[in-house]
C-alpha cells in the first residue's frame, strides 16, 4: 500500500514485509514490543520505529542528500507529528535519525 503525501502527489510505499532483513536488524536492537515499518521511495529509505516510549525514523539515501519534503513529509505522515515537535539529528554515516521531542527529554 502505498501512503499518498501532499506533497506534489509524491508517495512513500510500505516495503516492510519485502524487507524483512531490515526489519529483523532493527527489532533485535530495540525493546521487544517495537514496531519497524519500512518505506521507500526511489532511492529513499525510512525505517520507522514505534513502540509506548519510541517514535523514531531514520533516513538515508543511496544517491544524492535527502529532500526538505521527505523529511517534512516523514514527519507528517509517518511520525504523525508536527515539526516543532521533533528532534533531526545527522550520524557519520549520512544517515538522518528524527526523534519525538518528547523521547528525546525522557532518556
Given at each position: ?94 544517515v ?11 532518556n
Amino acid at each position: 500500500m502505498a501512503v499518498k503525501s501532499g506533497f506534489l502527489n509524491k508517495t512513500f510505499r510500505n516495503t516492510t514485509k519485502e524487507r524483512p532483513d531490515i526489519v529483523k536488524v532493527v527489532a533485535s536492537s530495540e525493546p521487544k514490543d517495537i514496531v519497524v515499518t519500512v518505506y521507500e521511495r526511489k532511492n529513499t529509505l525510512v525505517i520507522h520505529s514505534k513502540n509506548d516510549s519510541t517514535n523514531h525514523a531514520s533516513i538515508s539515501k543511496s544517491k544524492g542528500d535527502v529532500e526538505n519534503w521527505e523529511l517534512a513529509y516523514i514527519v507528517e505522515h509517518i511520525l504523525k507529528v508536527v515539526q516543532d515537535d521533533v528532534f533531526m539529528y545527522t550520524r557519520g554515516t549520512g544517515v538522518i535519525h528524527i526523534r519525538t521531542k518528547e523521547e528525546v527529554l525522557m532518556n
